[in-house]
């Protein structure tokens, strides 16, 4: 049989190393999927139920495999759906494939029905952006494509028109004017890790010395690298403080961490970040400037292998392009073992009496149930080497502080695009890349409800996610800026009764429960995590718990007082869930 373009595609992807596609077959892509279907005994097409979905999922397969995901939808309309889960990707630095149809080439450019120049609205989107059009630059066009998502870490993007895809990938239509050939290639990439300059590790040397009062903030860029970000933390006697995607780099009961930072962060890490002298940022840009020292009170060292993003939160003293680990491997020998360590037990202290507050949260005794409690005993009653992944919301909240990284736990959201939605897809795409493994997804009903249909897909492929949707039939976390900006809340609460989601997943043929007992929730999140196959535990929580910042400042209680003045509503129960909060800290 003739190869056609779409053929040959599907063979490179093949030859790369690719062994899954998450997408929505339509007439744009008929050609790239029969290449699809000619190569399906190593190339899995994951049949989703919306592209936005498949995005996601290759973002997620993408962010705990390090390697490429790729996601296909159809011309115009499917493409479009595609964008919200490839910008994810692209503001996280994952490698990510997009692959999308165009009307075929006769017709471009005459108004023809789902004409959306693909390549034009992708141009932000992707760092290789190409629509092919001649089968002469197939294979070498697909080998830009993968080595650009690789070596960047970020979005690539092919749109082929209908014609093309169906062509002879050996049909050589065009005269050949130029001097130049069609590109060729090998499917080889060279992605070496970077190795840190002498002089650079130096002067962060020097100015690590100098300091008395260090603060370490990692992120996910030291993923690799848990022992030497703890090997050099202690030889400095330096707290390290985590960036919430960064929170799975060290375990969150090890003694030389403080937690996050920021709005779902820790107290403890917010005043050390007053405190400190000296800041050592590690695989990370934190991009919240005002939990950072303020300028000219610390002396800053960074680290990241993306030389763009050194000082860019920050004036820094001491800026290393490298890898994570090799930097610091190299970096360790060159430093003295801090004398002083009064700085770190001092943050210890403050860290252990943060634990038994959070702790105290857990309250099982509360009815409607706290959120808290609920991450509580999904926190306990997962495996060692679970994988969590979570929406944006207050439930990011209650995951950063109540989900406890241990073992080979890791945590994963969307990070810098902080959209809403990913936390089902995310665990699709990772259960097919660690089938063997538990994989949990803690959303909120809000998101939840925007690619619910992709449950079923979690069936139909027989993958055992586990769904935990914390429930309080609300946009909480818009519900709570609105009220920290000083204006009483909105539309951003839903009509009651809360939805059954747990019906839903009956209906699909999988576990579902529906709790709003309190003393309901320990056994069915246990039997959801037993069960054999697609489980979702659906639990009503108490609408009027406030995902409350480490530190409240004085501007912070200000503005809440000016929104119950004009008017908040339910403030009977957000002032009575409030003081509750705060009887149970003074208690632990």
């Known amino acids: 049989m003739t190869e056609i373009v779409g053929e040959s595609l599907a063979r490179r992807l093949v030859e790369w190393g690719v062994d899954t596609i998450f997408g929505l077959p339509g007439d744009g892509i008929n050609g790239?999927?029969?290449?699809?279907?000619?190569?399906?005994?190593?190339?899995?097409?994951?049949?989703?139920?919306?592209?936005?979905?498949?995005?996601?999922?290759?973002?997620?397969?993408?962010?705990?495999?390090?390697r490429l995901g790729v996601c296909a939808a159809t011309s115009g309309p499917g493409a479009i759906h595609l964008l919200n889960g490839l910008y994810d990707a692209k503001l996280d630095h994952v490698p990510v494939l997009a692959l999308t149809g165009m009307q075929e080439t006769s017709v471009l450019g005459t108004h023809y029905q789902q004409e959306v120049h693909l390549d034009r609205l992708y141009q932000d989107l992707a760092a290789y952006n190409l629509m092919v059009t001649n089968p002469q630059q197939m294979p070498g066009?697909?080998?830009?494509?993968?080595?650009?998502?690789?070596t960047k870490r970020t979005v690539s993007h092919l749109t082929f028109p209908n014609d093309i895809q169906v062509a002879p990938a050996s049909e050589d239509p065009y005269r050949h004017i130029g001097p130049g050939t069609p590109p060729a290639?090998?499917?080889?990439?060279?992605?070496?890790?970077?190795?840190?300059?002498?002089?650079?590790?130096?002067?962060?040397?020097e100015v690590l010395r100098r300091g008395r009062k260090i603060a370490m903030l990692v992120g996910v860029g030291a993923r690799?690298?848990?022992?030497?970000?703890?090997?050099?933390?202690?030889?400095?006697?330096?707290?390290?403080?985590?960036?919430?995607?960064?929170?799975?780099?060290?375990?969150?009961?090890?003694p030389l961490t403080t937690g996050g930072l920021g709005l779902l962060g820790t107290?403890?890490?917010?005043?050390?970040?007053?405190?400190?002298?000296?800041?050592?940022?590690?695989?990370?840009?934190?991009?919240?400037?005002?939990?950072?020292?303020?300028?000219?009170?610390?002396?800053?060292?960074?680290?990241d292998t993306d030389p763009t993003l050194l000082g860019i939160r920050r004036p820094t003293q001491a800026p290393v392009a490298a890898d994570a680990r090799l930097a610091l491997r190299a970096l360790l020998p060159l430093l003295d073992p801090a004398e002083d360590r009064s700085f770190l037990e001092k943050y210890q202290r403050k860290m252990d009496a943060w634990r038994e507050d959070m702790k105290a949260l857990q309250d099982p005794g509360r009815d409607p149930v706290a959120p808290q409690y609920l991450m509580g005993c999904v926190d306990e009653a997962a495996s060692d080497d679970a994988i969590l992944t979570c929406d944006s919301g207050t439930i990011a909240t209650w995951a950063a502080r109540h989900w406890t990284i241990r073992g080979g736990r890791e945590f994963y959201l969307s990070?810098?695009?902080?959209?809403?939605?990913?936390?089902?897809?995310?665990?699709?795409?990772?259960?097919?890349?660690f089938p063997g493994r538990q994989v949990i997804a803690f959303v909120g009903d809000g998101g939840f409800a925007m690619l619910m249909a992709d449950f079923l897909t979690a069936v139909r492929h027989d993958l055992p996610i586990k769904v935990v949707i914390n429930n309080n039939n609300s946009y909480g976390q818009i519900l709570w800026e609105q009220i920290i900006l000083g204006y009483p809340e909105y539309a951003v609460r839903h009509r009651q009764p809360e939805a059954d989601f747990s019906a839903w997943a009956r209906a699909c043929g999988a576990y579902g429960a529906k709790i709003k007992d309190p003393k309901d929730l320990p056994g069915a999140i246990r039997e959801a995590l037993a069960h054999d196959g697609p489980a979702l535990v659906d639990c009503d929580v108490n609408p009027d718990e406030p995902p409350m910042p480490g530190k409240v400042t004085y501007e912070q209680a200000k503005?809440?007082?000016?929104?119950?003045l004009r008017g908040q509503p339910h403030k009977a129960g957000v002032l009575a869930t409030v003081a509750r909060d705060k009887i149970s800290e003074l208690l632990s």
Do not use: W
């Open 32 to 66: 790239l999927m029969e290449g699809f279907r000619r190569h399906r005994e190593k190339l899995r097409f994951i049949l989703v139920h919306h592209e936005e979905a498949a995005a996601f999922m290759a973002t997620g397969y993408a962010k705990a495999t390090g």
């Open 141 to 150: 066009v697909v080998d830009l494509a993968v080595r650009n998502a690789l």
């Open 185 to 205: 290639s090998l499917t080889t990439c060279s992605l070496p890790p970077l190795r840190p300059g002498e002089d650079d590790l130096a002067r962060a040397a």
């Open 224 to 254: 690799h690298a848990r022992e030497e970000v703890l090997a050099v933390a202690d030889r400095l006697a330096s707290p390290i403080v985590k960036s919430l995607p960064g929170k799975f780099v060290v375990p969150d009961d090890h």
């Open 267 to 303: 107290a403890p890490s917010e005043e050390l970040m007053e405190e400190c002298d000296t800041l050592f940022m590690v695989g990370t840009s934190f991009p919240y400037g005002k939990y950072l020292p303020p300028e000219g009170q610390a002396q800053v060292v960074q680290i």
């Open 415 to 433: 990070g810098n695009l902080a959209t809403m939605a990913p936390g089902l897809p995310y665990a699709i795409g990772m259960q097919h890349a």
């Open 559 to 564: 503005h809440f007082t000016e929104a119950f």
